[in-house]
């Protein structure tokens, strides 16, 4: 299919990222907020990202395999309702209980996790599915991170917003954006026709522990490298919503602002690498090494300066997030292209997977280490040195970079 036919299905598409990140992140700059007005600690508050991750760690496999068997329109369609769902029942609770709201609000966030499940990460192999060039199919990808970066750099200005209004607005409006792109990929979204596999669930589970079996070194560096990338935004824009908030007494919109500016170099570097990277695989490998690279430096930088500096905390995580922006749309393709289509929905639901654990463990280990961020941030530079080796050793990319060329990992 040709890409400029697809101008609406892809919009659709982008639109399902920046949803669900919002549904997320949102809640980041609110979450001290929230702290305050339901009485809990911190690391109770840190886990209302995380039961959303961590459950959708679990069902995002389900998802994939649901995906390749019925079909991927379809599973993207239920997850989005579900996760309209879990939104609605966490600001019914926010608004209208007295007592057990916190229980309350877990439970919609815990049924949200399961529709975030069946929505994002069902779109890469759509995006595979849908186009015919690998080219194309980078472009398309790089579109499609760079909406979830977006959705990224909105969401803390948002969230702060609709906080000001009442605390747990960033809650009640998930619903409604969600609806909104449910009725996108309804009517615009013209997915390929798809054979539908009838394996069953052992057949499925020999299927994938044999696509492991063959390209699994390659796979899991990917897989690993998009799990600590996340791991290490998420871990890092608690602790410096913590940081603003509780040091330099910054809420509201202003410290909404202040958290876009690193999250904008996350999408600006997204956008960019999606259209550079195009179907050169050796050129994906370095963009991915140079951004974990950028990353680590940066990371090991904030520890050994230990400072609370507000313009040196944005500086470094404005360079950081710049890597991530060149190492994540990079992944994306290579994972994508170097998969036949009908295993697509099962490999990238790993991959999807393991940034989901990132998103899960960033926030939750960063409230746990306020009081230690030098150590905070050595964890963070280790985990990202681990990424430049494995992005320099694992992933080895044939030299010729055709349209046929995958991973040398990939040969038996």
């Keep these: ?55 959708s760690i679990v069902c995002i496999p389900i998802a994939g395999y649901l995906s390749d068997r019925f079909g991927r329109k379809l ?25 057990h709201v916190y229980a309350v609000i877990m439970v919609g966030r815990f049924i949200q ?8 990460p069902i779109v890469l192999p759509l995006v595979g ?39 747990f ?45 063959e390209k699994g070194k390659w796979l899991y560096a990917i897989f690993a490298i998009g799990g600590i990338a996340m791991f290490v935004m ?24 202040l958290l876009a500016i690193p999250l904008s170099a996350i999408c600006l570097a997204s956008f960019i690498t999606g259209k550079i990277v195009g179907e050169k695989k050796l050129r994906m490998k370095w963009f991915t090494f140079a951004g974990v690279t950028i990353l680590a430096a940066c990371m090991l930088a904030c520890g050994l300066l230990n400072s609370k500096s507000l313009f040196i905390l944005l500086t470094f995580m404005f360079a950081s997030g710049a890597g991530i922006g060149m190492a994540l749309p990079s992944l994306d393709a290579l994972i994508t292209e170097g998969i036949e289509k009908k295993q ?19 926030p939750l280990i960063a409230s746990v280490m306020l009081s230690r961020e030098e150590l905070l941030f050595y964890l963070f530079a280790g985990s990202a040195i681990v990424c430049c080796l ?23």
Excluded at 344 to 362: H, P
């Design 129 to 167: 599915d849908m186009f015919d060039s690998e080219e194309e199919v980078s472009s398309g990808l790089g579109m499609i991170e760079t909406s979830n970066t977006f959705g990224k750099v909105v969401s803390p200005i948002l969230g702060s917003a609709l906080a000001l209004v009442i605390w």
């Design 344 to 362: 697509r929905g099962t490999i990238t639901s790993l991959y999807s997977s393991m940034r989901f654990i990132g998103v899960a463990l960033g």
């Design 234 to 257: 998420f871990g890092f824009l608690y602790y410096l919503s913590s940081v603003l908030e509780d040091h330099y007494k910054i809420d509201g919109i202003y410290k909404g602002l």
């Design 75 to 99: 599973i993207i369609i239920i997850g989005l309702s579900l996760a309209a769902v879990g939104g609605l029942v966490s600001g019914l609770a926010a608004w209208l209980l007295d007592q």
């Design 1 to 55: 299919m040709k890409g400029n036919s697809k101008k609406l299905d892809l919009a659709a598409l982008a639109s399902i990222p920046l949803i669900m990140t919002l549904a997320n992140s949102m809640l980041i700059p609110v979450l001290p907020l929230m702290k305050k007005e339901l009485s809990i600690t911190s690391v109770q508050s840190s886990l209302i990202i995380t039961i959303y991750a961590a459950v």
């Design 169 to 213: 607005l960033p809650l009640a409006v998930i619903p409604v954006i969600c609806l909104i792109s449910v009725a996108a990929v309804i009517f615009w979204v013209k997915a390929p026709k798809q054979k539908k596999t009838e394996q069953s669930l052992k057949d499925f589970v020999t299927s994938l522990k044999s696509i492991l079996a």
């Design 113 to 120: 996790g399961i529709g975030a499940a069946g929505a994002f």
């Design 390 to 412: 494995l992005s320099l050793f694992a992933i080895k990319p044939k030299q010729s970079d055709t349209s046929s060329a995958v991973p040398a990992a990939t040969k038996p």
